[in-house]
DNA sequence: ACTCGCCTCATGGTCCGACCAAAATGGACT
DNA sequence: AGTCCATTTTGGTCGGACCATGAGGCGAGT
């Protein structure tokens, strides 16, 4: 039993992310509220207090009016991610657009200002990517953890908080998929060698090159392997 | 006077941000709180809930400790640039840098799958930027206005809320140099009239390079608005 | 002297009932 | 139909209370 004040905050966004309340809309009262989830006002403010944190909502005296979705927090992709049983195709393509973009300057900025050690560090990430007989699942993590340390090495803090919202946000909701993730190893260890030629020669055009082209093929896998997840889908509903 | 709830909270963030409780530390009770703030125990713990939230301490039974900067939300940048009176410069670059390179993402989005009136409509805002004998107001905001039309444009819903965090973050409190800003008109006129070019014959890669001049453009300029208003400050100070 | 396990106490989570100021609402009056 | 005002509703705060749980200290055992 999780806490009550996070069930009836999840119950709200849920009930904003799926258009119940529409923009503009009142949010019940307080008080409806805490007949409706049999709670303590005080749990309900505080539920209402993260709804509003979280920008899905404007809460003043008088009412609570719901925003409209774009003028949310990074943290709702998470919520949004999770709202159906599989999460929605375009927006985690999206996401993929975004972090493949930020990786890329994270990049930049380590050739650009970090050192020997942190690049040479990088470079090890690069070695499982190269193998071609590990499992789907060490392959994937290693992809994850490519990244990740990229955007950490870049010492650019507003960088490293969206990245790690991102990737927290996504890699939860994105499970459900990975089993079904077919990456093309012979591609992903071309441009692992390729990166880890960028990376030695500090070859800043040619790095981003390989990362285009990185990206793109980290957005086809995952294209993939949402049409096979839908595809399993189907025969569980028949 | 503003609610009570958000003064505790502001107050604690401050003592997060500025080190007075490090991470890993424990943050005082929510009854000591009670006693500092002389507030109730209520408006403490809604306090304590968005500290919570913004990622700078996790609260559970036994007592709430600090977390690292890292592991914070993208929603504690203005937090942190609001700290001293001026915000910190090599902070306020690494947020340009994150922005420059993500406006360049979504216009690329936009060439790609973006209506020829959507672009029509950014090309429109190009206009300001070509004359140079408006104000230096007119022509920052002029700026602004292009760069978050672009992101609102994208069709990204990530890319949009991090743009918007930024840009609010951002915007109230760069103001205070926004003042000593001297935007070299002719150049950005030149980029402006590169970009319109690059918009009307869909040239991605022309496009993205104009778009990296326009940002090293972008981040001289804050440079030297930082270095007159520090001048500013020591002339104050004398 | 050290370690391990227990027990107490402090802490967070929830509940109840109440009051206030401001906003929303509806009706009376023009 | 439009305007103004009194009522109601709503969020914000307060005080006190109870419970389950984790923290921290104390003592028993080695």
Known sequence: MSIKSDQIADALIHDVLTARYRAG?????ERDLVTRFDANRGAVREAMAKVAQL?????????????ERELASLDVIGYLLAQQELPDPSLVDQILVVINNLVSVAATQVLEHGSDET?????????????????????????FSLMK???L?????PLQLIARTLFEQFAPNISAIGGHALPDRARY??????LDIALTNKDLPAMRATFDAFAELNRETMARAFMLAERGQEAIAQ
Chains 1, 2 share one sequence.
Do not use: F, W
């Open 55 to 67: 920008g899905l909502a404007d809460v003043l005296p008088g009412g609570a009016r719901v925003r």
């Open 189 to 194: 260890a071309l441009y692992a060698r390729q």
């Open 149 to 151: 340390n990229i955007m």
């Open 153 to 157: 090495a870049s010492n650019n803090l």
């Open 119 to 143: 690049i040479k560090s990088l470079r090890d990430l690069l070695t499982p990517l190269m193998q071609q007989d590990s499992s789907t699942d060490a392959h994937n993590e290693a992809r």
């Open 25 to 29: 809309e009142r949010l019940p009262s």
